[in-house]
């Protein structure tokens, strides 16, 4: 005979199981676009109503316990389950539709391609189509349905709403300037080039040389076609780069990048990411991309903080 006790909430079940299967609070947050402290709460909910400890926390990581993982085994193949059934009744309900994206490559790679299955697990009527591009792609002209582009939003001739903002300071290689190299003022990171990469207005290094007072004039400059080589460089410590926070936050996790002025951050509002869009109504497949980029923004929020 069942049970007739009442499951526990659905809510507290999904965190349960994306922290399972992720064994990471904060991946389990990022993917349900949550803060992390909303996923400790459901699962310490959960602990409560079930009396077992479901997770073992540790300094930097968690692991099931022998329960959590019984559990596991159990709540898992129910959720893919009610995902595989969600995907067959979306893709049966709705028509595939194309949205062609211009944005960099840098920002596709480093950013939103690791989102991508969020992205479409949310939205399997939609293929997206990225189309990176140094350039700006032509939105008004329809080279591209939507972009995403890195600037101050002040392109003509079309609609442009900021995702998120972007902070910048200088990283290099720890080699470069760690220990006896250390800088200890903005000219003092002159004695290095200063690695940019292609733009059709470029403003980043003079922006943060106005902010913190160092003189240009003096710089040995090396420009590169993408700010994915600009990272690679910087890496292998051929030269200081401006870091964008969004784009490099592993790398300063991990300290393979380091600020070569730690709290030399320039965190201008208007600096960031923005979807950019024809002016008028934005299709409906258009829009659904803008408002899951935004909430995937607001996710990362707390993650790029933290790097700073």
């Not at 085994?73 to 067959?88: I, S």
């Not at 989102?115 to 939105?139: C, K, T």
């Not at 408002?291 to 929020?301: G, H, N, S, V, Y």
């Amino acid at each position: 005979m069942r049970s007739t006790r009442s499951l526990p909430a659905l809510v507290s079940l999904r965190a349960f199981e994306a922290a399972a299967r992720r064994l990471s609070f904060s991946l389990a947050a990022q993917e349900l676009f949550v803060t992390q402290s909303a996923i400790s709460h459901h699962i310490q909910r959960l602990e409560r109503e079930l009396g077992v400890a479901l997770f073992e926390r540790r300094t930097r990581a968690v692991a099931l316990t022998p329960e959590g993982l019984a559990y596991f085994q159990h709540v898992h193949p129910a959720f893919e389950l009610l995902r595989q059934g969600t995907d067959q009744l979306r893709a049966s309900a709705a028509p595939r539709v194309t949205l062609k994206v211009g944005l960099l490559a840098s920002f596709a790679t480093r950013w939103l391609a690791p989102r991508l299955p969020a992205f479409a697990a949310a939205h399997p009527e939609i293929d997206l189509q990225l189309l990176p591009d140094i350039g700006l792609a032509d939105v008004a002209g329809g080279d591209v349905d939507v972009a995403i582009r890195y600037g101050r939003g002040s392109w003509p001739g079309v609609a442009s709403r900021l995702l998120m903002t972007e902070h910048l300071s200088v990283v290099g290689a720890p080699g470069l300037v760690s220990g006896r190299k250390r800088p200890r003022t903005p000219d003092d990171l002159l004695r290095h080039p200063l690695l940019t990469s292609h733009a059709r207005q470029p403003f980043e290094w003079d922006a943060w040389a106005r902010q913190f007072g160092m003189d240009l004039g003096r710089a040995q400059t090396v420009h590169l076609h993408d700010y994915n080589i600009v990272v690679e460089a910087a890496l292998a410590g051929q030269g200081l780069a401006m870091g964008r926070h969004r784009l490099i936050a592993s790398h300063l996790t991990s300290g393979a990048l380091v600020q070569a002025l730690p709290g030399a951050v320039l965190k201008d509002p208007r600096i960031g990411w923005w979807f950019v869009a024809p002016r008028g109504a934005l299709p409906p497949q258009a829009a659904a991309l803008r408002d899951w980029l935004t909430e995937a923004a607001r996710a990362d929020e707390p993650l790029a903080s933290s790097t700073h």
